[in-house]
């Protein structure tokens, strides 16, 4: 096992820390440190080890000025993992500057950007690329370099972003894989500025009472690459046959539009993400551009305090539509998702999630249970289940088959 | 004939109670507005019936509403796993309120469905609906009486929740005759027995507005408790409905 996080990182963790120990006026801090066991069911053909300790740290800070106006924000994170040496990362999640003026505001630096509405999959989110290794769901990011720009516009707030730099979105090695092996050094980019290209985008959003809705705009480069097949030289040269040995992930330019909203009616929440996209580079032969859709459509019911239960329970039925075919970007095609939401308003805020995720056409299911407690004032035990069953052999999530597992983690907040 | 005047007598002294009570709740209301915003530090602590104790602390601000609802902002700081978690509440006297969760792990804002009104708040004694700002449209009212408090003079009215969502089929509350300030609430269930009594101490004034430095919710069923506790009450600030938005709600982390 070997130590070697990044520096910068390490100091924003140390700082994090003695910040928290003594806080000021217009400093707050604060951080998390994590404990992992993973249990996998089965071993696979890379990987013997069927438990994987890790150890996760994070850290916070912000300054806020006097008059509210300025402020600046850092926070890195750092993993440790016994086992898998790909899913080790030290990452610089936020490091900006911001400043808000009467009826503007604009932010430099590093940033994380949520959009979006549903939960089994975040389709309009796009700013930051999917950091795989630490979260194999996706749901972590990779911090984002950035120029925002926003202010009031049609009753509503709209903000402007230059992407002046794009961040590939890291992949584990030894679980959660690629139906084959993503050979990082074989990557291409179709527009000659490659990670460099300026991208934008820009958001739209505003609140009609019990509607959100917000309008989403992307061009640059495509979070989610094209996966092409690299063959076996040898047994190309030798046969004039193709063995796919690894992929190589070619990232493309990619326009789109999006859509989001969220109607609240009493207990139910009704929601919509939606995604007009145009991919490829029509400055490049061969890569002519392909227009396709995509959409989640989303209801969530929450029972208050059923049958004297002190908390909610919340019923989540959401489904996926998408006309991506290609390059194995997406295994939600034409999925629903299902599940329970249980959200206690005990002492230690106890809450559960069940989702169970059924490909329409292919059968493939996909099923999680995450729930957690709080012990004290500083502790959390959590727990996680993810199954995934009945996966055919050429789905992107095919190797996960054998990726059955149970996490359980510790975390102590400060 | 006789049947019909005694109705309406009793009409018109139902009428004429129900007056009064509406008068006492107008009063406190217009005593405790006027303030625009305000911002406070609250510290909860949480007692069960073992007299095991739990901490919560978190800041609040508020806008007050003009012709719509007051606007809040809850901040929370200790326990530490829910540190920079922020709800903003846009409140409504004549439809649900509006809400929307921030959750710092995923720098994500959350719209959520307000209708767990009488769910606990973190655990606490109070529900969402106790911690709401008071607003005289959530009741009816029947005055009750008068008692001698000391050498005070409370009334005693009756408070009935509009919202059927509400945890209480009715309250009884009792307000000080000098200042017209909450001193005491019953909070009785849906099986109208006794559930909870809050009582509000420290009555400080800040300018011309009285608020008070605690209130101690008991449940009457479970033997728990909360005492919350407000510090560092600040009153006009120039807060404005901007800083109340759910796309601002991501700068308070």
């Known amino acids: 096992m070997s130590i070697k996080p990044n520096g910068l990182v390490v100091a924003v963790l140390l700082i994090t820390a003695a910040g928290a120990a003594q806080a000021e006026d217009g400093l707050s801090w604060r951080g998390e440190l994590r404990a992992d066991w993973t249990q996998f069911a089965d071993t696979t053909a ?16 912000k300054w806020t000025s006097a008059d509210g106006q300025n402020s600046a924000v850092l926070e890195a994170s750092w993993r440790e993992d016994t086992v898998d040496a790909s899913r080790d990362r030290t990452e610089l999640r936020e490091a900006w500057l911001r400043h808000e003026g009467e009826s503007w505001h604009a932010s430099a630096g590093i940033r994380q950007i949520f959009w979006g509405v549903v939960e089994s999959r975040h389709l309009v989110n796009v700013i930051n690329s999917s950091d795989f290794a630490e979260r194999f769901d996706g749901e972590t990011r990779l911090g984002q370099p950035l120029l925002n720009v926003g202010g009031e516009l049609a009753g509503g707030q709209l903000d402007v972003y230059l992407l002046p730099y794009f961040r590939e979105p890291t992949q584990p090695e030894l679980r959660f894989r690629a139906p084959l092996p993503i050979a990082g050094a074989l990557t291409t980019y179709t527009n000659r500025d490659g990670r460099q290209h300026r991208d934008w985008a820009f958001r739209w959003q505003r609140s009609f009472a019990n509607i959100d809705v917000g309008l989403t705009g992307f061009q640059g480069t495509a979070r989610d690459p094209r996966l092409t ?24 330019q990619s326009r789109q539009l999006g859509l989001d909203a969220v109607g609240v009616f009493d207990a139910l929440q009704v929601k919509l993400e939606a995604l007009a996209r145009e991919r490829g580079d029509s400055t490049k032969p061969g890569t002519g551009k392909a227009t396709n859709l995509a959409s989640v459509t989303g209801l969530e019911y929450t029972w208050s305090t059923p049958f004297q239960l002190d908390g909610d329970v919340g019923l989540v039925l959401e489904y996926m539509l998408d006309q991506e075919k290609t390059g194995l970007r997406t295994p939600f095609q034409k999925d629903l998702a299902a599940g329970v939401r249980l959200t206690l308003n005990d002492v230690g805020s106890t809450s559960l999630l069940a989702l169970a995720n059924v490909d329409m056409d292919k059968g493939t299911r ?9 012990l004290g004032e500083h502790w959390r035990l959590a727990g996680e289940l993810w199954l995934f069953q009945a996966i055919p052999v050429l789905d992107p999530l095919s190797n996960f088959r054998d990726d059955d597992h149970l996490q359980l983690s510790v975390s102590y907040f400060f | 004939m006789r049947r019909l005047l005694l109705c309406l007598s009793l009409l ?47 800041a609040m601000q508020v806008l007050e509403g003009t012709s719509d609802g007051d606007r809040s902002l809850l901040r929370f700081d200790v326990p530490a796993d829910v540190k920079g978690t922020a709800l903003l509440t846009h409140a409504h006297s004549d439809r649900a309120d509006d809400q929307w969760l921030y959750l710092p792990a995923l720098k994500r804002v959350k719209r959520i469905s307000s209708s767990s009104q009488s769910g ?16 005289v449209e959530a009741y009816s009212y029947r005055y009750l009486g008068e008692d001698k408090v000391g050498a005070e003079t409370w009334y005693r009215l009756e408070r009935l929740p509009v919202d059927k969502d509400s945890g209480y089929t009715r309250q009884v509350a009792w307000l000080d005759g000098k200042e017209y300030r909450w001193q005491k609430i019953e909070f009785h269930d849906r099986k109208s027995t006794l559930l909870k009594t809050l009582t509000f101490t420290g009555y400080q004034r800040y300018g011309n507005q009285w608020r008070p430095a605690q209130a101690t919710m008991v449940n009457a ?3 728990k408790s909360t005492v919350l506790q ?24």
């Open chain 2, 230 to 253: 407000w510090q560092n009450y600040r009153f006009g600030a120039g807060l404005n409905g901007k800083d109340f938005t759910p796309e601002a709600l991501a700068n308070v982390d």
């Open chain 1, 46 to 61: 890379v990987d013997d080890e069927r438990s994987h300790p890790a150890f996760w740290a994070s850290g916070r800070g």
């Open chain 2, 120 to 135: 606990s708040f973190m655990g606490s004694e109070f529900s969402y609906e106790d911690i709401k700002p008071f607003e």
């Open chain 1, 229 to 252: 097949v690299v063959c076996d030289p040898q047994v190309l040269l030798a046969f004039g046959q193709c063995l796919p040995i690894a992929f190589a992930p070619v990232y493309e």
């Open chain 1, 366 to 374: 996909m099923v999680s249970v995450e729930a957690s407690t709080r």
């Open chain 2, 221 to 223: 069923q479970t033997g």
């Open chain 2, 12 to 58: 018109t002294a139902t009428a004429f109670a129900d007056d009064r009570g509406l008068e006492l709740a107008r009063t406190a209301d217009q005593r405790a507005s006027g303030y625009k915003d305000m911002g406070a530090d609250l510290t909860m602590v949480l007692k069960d019936k073992l007299g095991r104790e739990s901490r919560r602390e978190l």
